[in-house]
């Protein structure tokens, strides 16, 4: 699912999902890619929770129908991604804020050992009301597909 523009975007694609028959069943593992002008970033390493994503879904409903409040997705491991939409006035405009953020492992001295070093973007950008609609749809259909 890709949201936004040509130049803005944020796009999930599922990579993974767990079995039924395992604990965890229906989380899933995406790549997510963010563009935000000519800054990008990916990592296909996002899981994220089954209860999750139902739960966005239910505020995304709550979203379109009032055009006001947010909707927020999380990965299931902290501050690794986080999107959530907003309606920025009365009048239904919508803007879209991400995050995505890993670590990176380097050896250093002997003295002073390995070092985990984060690496994050953030931003965010501005969409069409309708894409809370597509993005519900596209959410749903995940969870259509367990």
């Known amino acids: 699912m890709k949201l936004g523009s040509d130049s803005d975007y944020l796009e999930i694609i599922e990579l993974e ?15 997510v890619e963010i563009r935000i002008q000519d800054f990008c970033g990916k990592y296909q390493d996002v899981w994220l929770g089954k209860e999750h994503i139902e739960k966005f879904v239910a505020s995304l409903s ?8 947010s909707a927020c997705l999380s990965s299931l491991s902290l501050n690794e991604f986080k999107l959530e939409i ?7 405009h919508m803007e879209v804020e991400l ?3 890993r670590f990176f492992y380097s050896s250093g001295s002997k003295s002073f050992g390995s070092r985990s070093r984060p690496v994050k973007l ?25």
């Open 86 to 92: 907003r309606a920025m006035d009365a009048l239904g």
């Open 17 to 31: 999902r767990v079995p039924l028959h395992l604990p965890r069943a229906g989380d899933i593992r995406v790549s």
């Open 99 to 101: 995050s995505l953020q």
């Open 122 to 146: 953030s931003g965010g950008f501005s969409i069409d009301p309708g894409q809370v609609s597509f993005l519900k749809a596209e959410c749903e259909a995940l969870l259509q597909s367990l």
């Open 62 to 69: 709550s979203l379109e129908s009032s055009r006001k409040g």
